[in-house]
């Protein structure tokens, strides 16, 4: 298999990251990444997207290594639901007012349908906490899929941004825990948020 590590150096700061940082990742693989609200993971994302990545270079704030040429899905939940009026093209209006008669989980589910008739052998799927919107059962069945795909398609892979350990703990191996940059197995990082939920309720205990 085609080695798909990716490097990304900040050479300046840029919003929580710090000049000298790197964020390693594989685009045949499956990426998590994970940080307090406010951390940097929505940042990552976006930064990912082919103009802002290529703006990020030519002004001096990243380098960019090892990055092959993949077919490359973004997927974000704000994305889902937006007032018609923002587009042009009445074809896509009338597609997003469909969306915005539904829940906000159907709209994203509707969307998920759709991105898995675009996702080939060898894409790379991008996502920004898909939680949002999803109830347990079907974030398990996202994963589910998202296995099922990886067993079939060596080549492919995801980085997803969230706060679910479902997610984190159903398909990660190592996590990207930011704005510190640690890449941490998956095990570990899940583990120790058990054992913050445990102490939470042990509260009750003192009561």
Excluded at 32 to 58: D, E, F, P
Excluded at 88 to 103: F, G, T
Aim: proline share 3%; charged share 25%; hydrophobic share 35%.
């Amino acid at each position: 298999m085609e080695d798909t590590g990716v490097t990304i150096t900040f050479l300046r700061r840029y919003f929580t990251y710090q000049a000298g940082q790197q964020i390693n990742f594989k685009q045949n693989d499956f990426n998590i990444v994970v940080g307090n609200n406010g951390a940097g993971k929505s940042t990552l994302i976006k930064l990912l997207q082919y103009k802002r990545m290529k703006q990020l270079i030519h002004n001096g704030y990243i380098t960019v290594e090892g990055l092959r040429d993949q077919k490359v899905l973004t997927n974000v939940a704000e994305g889902f639901r937006v007032p018609k009026s923002q587009f042009v093209d009445s074809r896509r209006e009338v597609y997003i007012n469909k969306l915005n008669q539904k829940s906000h989980g159907e709209a994203w589910k509707t969307q998920l349908e759709a991105m898995k008739q675009r996702v080939k052998s060898n894409s790379f799927v991008i996502m920004d906490e898909p939680e949002t919107a999803l109830s347990i059962q079907a974030q398990a069945d996202l994963c589910a899929w998202f296995i099922k795909h990886k067993n079939e398609n060596p080549e492919f892979g995801c980085l997803i941004a969230t706060h679910s350990p479902i997610i984190q703990e159903l398909i990660a191996k190592v996590v990207i825990d930011v704005p510190s940059c640690q890449n941490v197995p998956a095990e570990e990082y899940v583990g120790k948020n058990k054992e913050y939920i445990e102490r939470v309720k042990n509260l009750w205990k003192q009561t």
